[in-house]
């Protein structure tokens, strides 16, 4: 089968502004362009689009999806595996969130007790699930799953205080990074002060700390373009002056 921008803006359910806007920065071209000038699309590209849908459901940007899809070693059959998977992931974290609303709905109904630590049982499961989808494969290369697996059930051990605690400690490191990045200089009193802060906050995650290891972490920052795009959000070069700062502080060289 073959479809014009129209017909296959039906088929899939997305604007045909969607599909030449997908044509212009070269996500999705046409098969071919007819005789009336129309784009023409085949079952090549069909495939392609469906594969794009699935990684926007996913929540991938479209210049991650582009470079995935253009890739010489990307293979069809594997994405959707890969995809697959991510589904049942993305399942079980709306199954852990609707058994926590029924049990919260029967307790306010008075037909069951619930602890403080269940009520947000959910909400630990899906910060888990979202970092392992985000960072799981390049943190368990780095660190093992050992190492991870244990970080993950500190964290669901966690009590709604230390939650708390460690949501406050994180807005507070960006805080005083914001402020040490002023001086330029990752040894300056309020630098070394953010990297302290930094492991505290670590030690909310890790069941063991090593300088070694805070130093190795702060180097993954820059080196993975992720981490280095949250850092670097509001001021390009964070991620490195936090890296120099916490190499200072565990006294690791780079």
Do not use: C
Not at 24 to 33: C, D, G, S
Not at 122 to 132: P, R, V
Not at 220 to 235: C, L, S
């Amino acid at each position: 089968m073959e479809y014009t921008v129209q017909h296959l803006g039906k088929l899939a359910g997305v604007s045909t502004r969607t599909l030449r806007y997908y044509d212009e920065i070269e996500l999705l071209k046409p098969a071919r362009i007819n005789s009336s000038g129309y784009r023409i699309y085949g079952p090549a590209e069909v495939d392609r689009l469906q594969q794009i849908l699935f990684y926007r459901e996913l929540g991938v940007s479209l210049d991650s999806i582009k470079e995935i899809v253009t890739a010489p070693s990307f293979h069809g059959a594997t994405a959707l595996k890969e995809h697959h998977q991510q589904l049942l992931d993305k399942r079980k974290q709306l199954d852990v969130l609707i058994a926590n609303v029924e049990k919260t709905i029967a307790f306010t109904e008075g037909r069951m007790t619930m602890t403080d630590t269940e009520k947000f049982e959910g909400f630990k499961q899906k910060m888990i699930d979202d970092n392992e989808e985000k960072y799981g494969k390049e943190i368990r290369e780095k660190y093992g799953d050992d190492t991870v697996d244990k970080s993950n059930q500190k964290i669901k051990n966690m009590t709604q205080e230390q939650h708390d605690e460690v949501t406050r400690l994180a807005n507070e490191v960006m805080a005083a990074l914001a402020e040490a990045f002023k001086t330029g200089d990752p040894a300056s009193d309020l630098a070394q002060a953010a990297a302290g802060l930094h492991k505290t906050w670590l030690s909310y995650h890790w069941n063991e700390y090593s300088k070694e290891a805070h130093a190795g972490l702060a180097q993954m920052y820059v080196d993975d373009e992720r981490f280095k795009a949250y850092y670097d959000e509001k001021q390009p070069g964070t991620a490195e002056f936090l890296r120099d700062a916490i190499h200072i502080y565990t006294g690791v060289k780079k």
